[in-house]
């Protein structure tokens, strides 16, 4: 590896004084998908046209023009983003077929910061999973060990970034499926405040709690992705106007006026001691940097899984109406229409997808509103009171992300209960809309990698980058043996 196992920063700063190619990295980051995602499996389209668009990098370059923050920077993009010309899924076998006309707003900003797409990466189908077990595609292996899950629903971008097939990534994070995945796989990712990134051409699955986010090898290569996605977007209703801060140029890691919570309901006995160990180690790190710690309380967490999965396949339910064979991807032809319709969803759905279609109708249908989609509305707002009263007390709260280190392929597949409780401790970030993110803390003792959740008030993704950096400096990088 010559570019791949550097910052993206530095790279971008040779393409750019003209010590490198963009060329050359990409074929880089192309040759390495080419032989290590053969057992990987977390590509599942290539962009075809990389090397051309790297190559009118360095013609720009040449000329003098003015160059983006990511030029020629490889970034790889979920199956959920809309990308104009180059096959887009959802990993699901009802949009096979289907080539956008359009890009989303984060690809188009992407783009224009010089950045070059490498592919799509392979993801649950319409991010309805924890493990990438879910995609029509086939499961991702995870780099540490390739017995085990990568995490989902962001499976493929977080497998791209930890075997440096790309520098960074986008995932999209409904209920948690930018965090987990990072965790498991050891590096770093973060879900902004709903409404910071635009939904503008993101296939959508919650629209109230989806959000897209980077996924990077350091905090600096994170917040300067997201600096360039974030914004505005006439495009998107639900988009914020706020500004958007140079997080980067910003990044504080004095912790001397910082007031952490540790919230008791995510460190309770049954909380795996290895698990527990890692989250309260980075705790010291901040305390020994001269933050105070405080325990705090959020009471409610222990509805957040119910409450998610009646708000999440409710919505879903509704936006996945769509898919009826007449307007997208597969059709399943048949004389009589409702048979068609039938036939197309039935054959193209996937059994996950189809069993959350079904729990969302049943949950909005009339005499049965009252009873679950209402009141987990209602609870979703007690959640929200939760973090508004902490974050009176607290700047920011540190805690886990998942329950465990990444589980063998397999293991939880019939297990949905099991499986729906991995996402315990990022559910309700997203039902508050609330940043979060996952940093590397270190290996348990099985050598796989732990994160570390951080979550702050809205619109204090800079708090986040601040904590993030201060345990960068601090705790060991590892990377997956053999990459
Ligand atoms: N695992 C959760 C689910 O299956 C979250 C997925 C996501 O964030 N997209 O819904």
């Known amino acids: 590896m010559k570019f791949l196992n550097k910052s993206l920063l530095e790279v971008r700063n040779d393409i750019v004084s003209k010590k490198i190619k963009a060329v050359d990295v990409v074929q880089e980051s192309l040759s390495r998908i080419n032989t290590l995602d053969k057992e990987l499996n977390s ?4 962009n075809d046209k990389a090397l051309e668009q790297a190559e009118a990098v360095d013609k720009k370059i040449q000329a003098g023009e003015n160059q983006g923050p990511l030029a020629g920077i490889p970034i790889a993009v979920k199956d959920m983003f809309c990308t104009k010309d180059l096959r887009t899924t959802a990993c699901s076998n009802i949009l096979k077929n289907f080539v956008p006309p359009y890009s989303a707003t984060v690809v188009k900003r992407l783009e224009a910061a010089g950045a070059i797409i490498v592919g799509k990466t392979n993801c649950d189908e319409f991010a309805m999973g924890s493990s990438n077990e879910n995609s029509a595609f086939g499961v991702v292996k995870n780099p540490w060990d390739r017995a ?4 989902g629903s962001s499976g493929g971008s977080a ?5 440096r097939l790309a520098f960074g990534s986008m995932g999209t994070d409904t209920g948690g499926s930018i965090r987990q995945p990072a965790s498991l796989c050891g590096i770093y990712g973060i879900k902004p405040t709903y409404g910071r990134v635009s939904r503008y051409g993101i296939i959508a699955y919650a629209s109230s709690l989806d959000q897209a986010g980077p996924f990077a ?4 290569e994170a917040s300067e992705i997201l600096k360039v996605i974030a ?5 998107d209703s639900t988009s914020s106007a706020e500004a958007v801060p140079d997080w ?8 001397s006026k910082m007031t952490i919570g540790i919230p008791k309901e995510y460190f309770g006995d049954d909380l795996n001691p290895e698990i527990k160990k890692i989250a309260m180690n980075a705790i010291e790190i901040l305390k020994s940097k001269g933050a105070k710690t405080k325990e705090i309380s959020l009471p409610h967490t222990k509805f957040a899984i119910p409450v998610y999965y009646l708000v999440a396949t409710s919505e879903a339910s509704s936006n996945l109406a769509r898919y009826d064979g007449v307007r997208y991807g597969v059709r399943i032809p048949s004389s009589d229409i409702n048979d068609m319709y039938a036939k197309t969803r039935g054959q193209g759905f996937g059994t996950e997808v189809k069993k959350r279609i079904m729990l969302g109708t049943f949950a909005l249908s009339s005499g ?3 009873a679950y989609y209402k009141k987990a509305s209602q609870v979703r707002h007690i959640i929200l009171k939760d973090f508004a009263k902490v974050f009176s007390e607290v700047d920011a709260i540190v805690c886990p992300v998942t329950t465990s280190t990444a589980f063998k392929i397999g293991e939880k597949i019939k297990d949905t209960i099991s499986m729906y409780y991995n996402d315990i401790f990022t559910t309700s970030v997203n039902l508050a809309g609330l940043p979060g993110m996952s940093v590397p803390g270190g290996l348990a003792s099985n050598g796989l990698p732990v994160g570390v959740q951080i979550i702050a008030p809205h619109f204090k993704e800079q708090t986040i980058f601040n904590i993030s950096q201060t345990l960068e400096d601090n705790i ?5 043996h053999g990459i």
């Open 43 to 46: 590509f599942v389209a290539l």
């Open 476 to 480: 060991e990088k590892k990377v997956p």
């Open 231 to 235: 914004g505005y977007d006439e495009k």
């Open 368 to 370: 049965y509103y009252d």
């Open 148 to 151: 085990r899950v990568a995490g």
């Open 248 to 255: 980067t140029q910003n990044i504080s890691t004095d912790m």
């Open 217 to 220: 090898g350091s905090t600096k």
């Open 159 to 163: 497998s791209a970034v930890a075997a």
